[in-house]
């Protein structure tokens, strides 16, 4: 699977460059031109209307106090559907249509949910991550009574340190 990744960055483009070599023999350069023109503006118009539609989700799932996972997962995915369909070249706009499929989507994200390394909701869940959590408490000291005169700053003169009440 590394080796993969690593062979990503090189062979996507030369896989694009090969279909648009295909693609503009099989109907012309001015066609697929044209095509590549309306791809991109129709990423444009994804990311604008569908963009803001999963904004709207996101706020609306936080009104009502639920996780915005959902709605941030479907988000990233139609952002990044839009930039994609920007791109010149056909393959990434192949990509870019599945993510905007909602089951291919939902099974995206469920398969990356799966595979992330997520908090559990228990509270705690960020201790399986090797973070370290420390408990503890707190209380709140109130104010001196002391009133610091216009033109001081608490802490200029040593006389304004806070004083234990008895």
Do not use: N
């Amino acid at each position: 699977m590394p080796g993969l990744l690593r062979l990503l960055p090189v062979a996507l483009p030369a896989a694009e460059i090969v279909t648009l070599i295909i693609v503009a023999q099989l109907i012309g350069i001015g066609w697929t031109l044209l095509a590549l023109a309306a791809s991109a503006i129709a990423g444009v118009l994804v990311i604008r209307v569908l963009g803001a539609l999963s904004l709207i989700g996101l706020r609306d799932a936080l009104a009502r106090r639920e996780p915005p996972a959902g709605p941030l997962l479907r988000g990233a995915c139609v952002l990044i559907a839009g930039m994609l369909l920007i791109l010149p070249g056909f393959l990434s706009d192949v990509i870019a249509l599945l993510l905007l499929i909602p089951p291919t989507r939902r099974a995206l994200t469920g398969t990356l949910w799966r595979l992330g390394r997520w908090p559990s909701g228990s509270g705690r869940g960020f201790e399986e991550r090797g973070s370290t959590v420390i408990d503890g408490d707190y209380h709140e000291v109130p104010p001196d009574d002391g009133i610091v005169p216009p033109g001081r700053r608490l802490g200029d003169d040593p006389d304004d340190r806070p004083r234990p009440k008895p």
